[in-house]
C-alpha cells in the first residue's frame, strides 16, 4: 500500500513501486518472484538454514522458561545461526559427538559469558540410549566462579533438548538437573549427571547450562534476578548415538 507524503507518492500501488531519493521522485515496476529451473536443484544453505529454523526454534522454545529470562528476537537468531554452522559442517558426517571442546558456546544471555563465571573445563559426552553426561572437574568455589557479593549458595541448572530434527516426526523432548552447592573456599569434589532424554539413535542434542546465585540479602531458596548475575548457555550440540 502506498502513502502520500509531501514529496509525492511512496510505497506500492498495484505493481508499481513509487520511492524518492535525494529528493526527486521515481517509480519502478515490482520485482516478479525468480522461477526455479527445471532441474534446479535447492539451495543447500537455504535447505540447512530452513531445517534449523524449524527444529532448533522449537527446542529453545521449549526450554525456554527455564532460565528465568526471556529469550528474545535477537538471541533467537544468534542461536540458529550458531546451530546453523554445526549443523552444515556435521550433517553429513558418519558420527557427530556431543562435545564441549568441538561445539564452542553460544550464549543466551546477552552481556554476559558463561566462560566468565564459571572457570572450571565442563565435559559433555553421550552415553548412548538417550543418556547424556555431564561432568564437573574439582572446584573451588570461590576461585572458579564469578559471583555477586553476600553469594551464599551457588546452583547450576543443566539442560538437555533433543530432536530429530531432520524429520520432526516426534516433538522435541527436554529434561534437566541440578547441581548447588555452597559457595565458599570449601573443595567440591568432582561429580557427573546423567539427564535421561529418551532421544532415539541420530537424534540432534543440545546441552544448556544456566547459573543462579543465592544470596544473603535474599529469601531463602530464591535467586539473584540481575540480568548480568544469570549467565547461561548452549555448551554442546552433536547427534546422539544408539
Known amino acids: ?111 554476559t559469558d558463561l566462560r566468565d563465571y564459571f572457570k572450571a573445563d565442563i565435559t559433555v559426552s553421550d552415553s548412548g540410549k538417550g543418556k547424556i553426561t555431564v561432568s564437573f572437574p574439582d572446584i573451588n568455589p570461590k576461585n572458579d566462579i564469578k559471583a555477586p557479593i553476600r553469594t551464599m549458595k551457588v546452583n547450576i541448572k543443566l539442560i538437555a533438548v533433543v530432536s530429530n530434527f531432520e524429520t520432526g516426526v516426534h516433538p522435541c523432548r527436554a529434561c534437566t538437573e541440578q547441581y548447588s552447592f555452597i559457595f565458599d573456599n570449601s573443595p567440591v569434589p568432582a561429580k557427573s549427571f546423567v539427564l535421561q532424554t529418551k532421544a532415539g539413535a541420530g537424534d540432534i542434542g543440545l546441552v544448556m547450562l544456566a547459573m543462579q546465585f543465592e544470596t544473603a540479602d535474599l529469601p531463602a531458596g530464591t535467586f539473584n534476578k540481575e540480568l548480568r548475575w544469570m549467565p547461561a548457555a548452549i555448551v554442546a550440540m552433536g547427534r546422539l548415538r544408539a
Open 1 to 111: 500500500m502506498a502513502r502520500v507524503t509531501e514529496n509525492g507518492i511512496s510505497g506500492l500501488v498495484g505493481n508499481l513501486i513509487f520511492y524518492s531519493v535525494n529528493g526527486k521522485n521515481y517509480v519502478r515496476t515490482r520485482p516478479k518472484p525468480r522461477k526455479k529451473k527445471r532441474g534446479e536443484k535447492a539451495n543447500p544453505l537455504n535447505t540447512i538454514f530452513g531445517t534449523v529454523s524449524r527444529h532448533g526454534s522449537k527446542m529453545l522454545k521449549l526450554v525456554s522458561e527455564e532460565f528465568g529470562f526471556p529469550i528474545k528476537r535477537d538471541v533467537y537468531n544468534s542461536t540458529r545461526g550458531w546451530m546453523r554452522n554445526l549443523y552444515s559442517a556435521h550433517k553429513d558426517d558418519a558420527s557427530w559427538p556431543l562435545s564441549v571442546r568441538s561445539s564452542g558456546m553460544c550464549q543466551l544471555n546477552p552481556g
